[in-house]
Antibody
Framework: QVQLVQSGSEVKKPGASVKVSCKAS????????INWVRQATGQGLEWMGWMNANNGNTGYAQKLQGRVTMTRDTSISTAYMELSSLRSEDTAVYYC???????????WGQGTLVTVSS | DIQMTQSPSSLSASVGDRVTITCRASQSIGNYLNWYQQEPGKAPKLLIY???SLQSGVPSRFSGSGSGTDFTLTLSSLQPEDFATYYC????????FGQGTRVEIK
């Protein structure tokens, strides 16, 4: 069965970076785009960007340009999302999501809580 | 960026009620509109894609309609497991989510 398993919770200080992993199983990793979506506590969903898992092409939300980087390691079917220059406003649960057709997500990771606090 | 406005932001309803949630896009998005359900502490779950197509495994009491800028999610007969938060999402130009509609028990 298809699964996206994310890395565990992180606590970071302001100005630091965090790298969250998303390991895919149960399907051909390079056949689908991976998107990242975050959700601050009690807030709505915010799209962060996408990555073509086959060729590594990426597209990022304008507000995160310059701070977010999405990469992958096809040998281990894992996608990564790195966010730098962390601020308290980046405290959120971060989800990876498999995009089956344009904009349509059929599988999500379980979420990774990133807390930014001094 | 395309803005998505959902209404209402919350509603109270009883089991068996018919519930309607609307989503308006700031520009035409064709039928590039999906609906998700999210329970507390869980990842979102796809309900409707392409504005009106039911995702496999989702009960038929969920339905979607609309095109262009105005969309609707309807739950024909609310069940206990349907009390959750619902989000619309446009995928016409990158992605944007609505702010969510929380469906609570009356």
């Amino acid at each position: 069965q298809v699964q996206l398993v994310q890395s565990g919770s992180e606590v970071k200080k302001p100005g630091a970076s965090v790298k969250v992993s998303c390991k895919a199983s149960g399907y051909s990793f390079t056949s689908y785009d991976i998107n990242w979506v975050r959700q601050a506590t009690g807030q709505g969903l915010e799209w962060m960007g996408w990555m073509n898992a086959n060729n590594g092409n990426t597209g990022y939300a304008q507000k995160l340009q310059g701070r977010v980087t999405m990469t992958r390691d096809t040998s281990i079917s894992t996608a990564y999302m790195e966010l730098s220059s962390l601020r308290s406003e980046d405290t959120a649960v971060y989800y990876c999501a498999r995009e089956v057709v344009t904009g349509r997500v059929d599988y999500w990771g379980q979420g990774t809580l990133v807390t930014v606090s001094s | 960026d395309i803005q998505m406005t959902q209404s209402p932001s919350s509603l109270s309803a009883s089991v068996g009620d018919r519930v309607t949630i609307t989503c308006r896009a700031s520009q035409s998005i064709g039928n590039y509109l999906n609906w998700y359900q999210q329970e507390p502490g869980k990842a979102p779950k796809l309900l409707i894609y392409g504005a009106s197509s039911l995702q496999s495994g989702v009960p038929s009491r969920f339905s979607g309609s609309g095109s262009g800028t105005d969309f609707t999610l309807t739950l024909s007969s609310l069940q206990p497991e349907d009390f959750a938060t619902y989000y619309c999402q446009q995928s016409y130009s990158t992605w944007t989510f609505g702010q969510g509609t929380r469906v609570e028990i009356k």
